[in-house]
């Protein structure tokens, strides 16, 4: 019988969040911007993982009882007014090989494909599962780590007078503004007075960086508990703690 042997990745970042945060103080201005974008990337892997582990957690009892199955029912018929019995076991496997391939899509697929699996699994869109308020937080913390993990450009777009455009309409990070400004962290009002480059890298800055980071631990919870009102196993060592900023 063969088998599988795995850890999960966040179990190493943990640790070296845990024994990094205090210090960031300490650190270069590059040096911090490098360690935030590891949070962002590490923060949004982990909430993508939680939600990728409850999908399967869903699938992996119907799939188990289908691939230790040996015998199969067969289904009564009628033909040409004769009863019949027709094997039911091409249809379960069938079954099987889909459950099979969505089990295995789960673990490959990117943000928008895993929430159309989502509502196909669950019965719910992610967003009716945790609220508009934490979606559009996951949304930002998907396009931060978007541009932040693929090594696009972090850019602002500047106006006649070469101030920055605070909108951020049709930009990378839309969604994380979006979000910020929601959360009273993003203010016109204030960030109209700061020069380009600090609006241009204000997802470095350390009340942006919570907040994102906490929505994903927040998320998380959301699906630990529906784990286990659902008693699913779904016992995770690594689960992140929020951080103070």
């Not at 999960?8 to 205090?22: D, P, Q």
């Not at 300490?26 to 911090?32: A, F, I, S």
């Not at 007075?193 to 907040?211: C, G, K, Q, S, W």
């Amino acid at each position: 019988m063969s088998g599988r042997l795995g850890i999960s990745t966040i179990v190493y970042s943990k640790a070296f969040v845990s024994g990094t945060w205090s210090k960031r103080a300490d650190m270069l201005d590059y040096e911090k911007k490098g360690f935030f974008q590891f949070l962002y990337v590490t923060a949004c892997g982990y909430v993508e993982s939680v939600i990728c582990d409850y999908l399967h957690q869903i699938l992996f009892f119907p799939l188990h009882e289908m691939q230790t199955k040996k015998l199969f029912p067969k289904r009564p018929i009628t033909v040409n007014g004769q009863p019949a019995a027709v094997d039911t076991k091409p249809q379960q496997r069938a079954v099987q090989r889909l459950l099979e391939r969505t089990v295995d899509e789960i673990g490959k697929a990117p943000f928008e494909r895993l929430e159309s699996l989502h509502q196909t699994i669950v019965g719910l869109t992610i967003r009716d599962f945790i609220g508009a308020g934490l979606h559009d937080d996951l949304k930002g913390l998907v396009s931060v780590r978007n541009v932040l993990a693929h090594g696009r450009m972090l850019y602002v777009d500047l106006d006649e007078s070469f101030r920055a455009d605070v909108r951020f309409e049709q930009h990378p990070l839309e969604n994380a503004i979006k979000s910020l400004r929601q959360r009273g962290i993003f203010s016109s009002d204030h960030v109209s007075t700061l020069e380009p480059n600090e609006v241009m890298a204000f997802i470095y800055r350390d009340d942006a960086m919570v907040h994102f980071w906490n929505a994903a631990v927040d998320i998380a919870v959301l699906y630990f508990r529906a784990a286990d009102e659902a008693k699913f196993v779904f016992d995770r060592a690594e689960k992140l703690e929020k951080l103070q900023a």
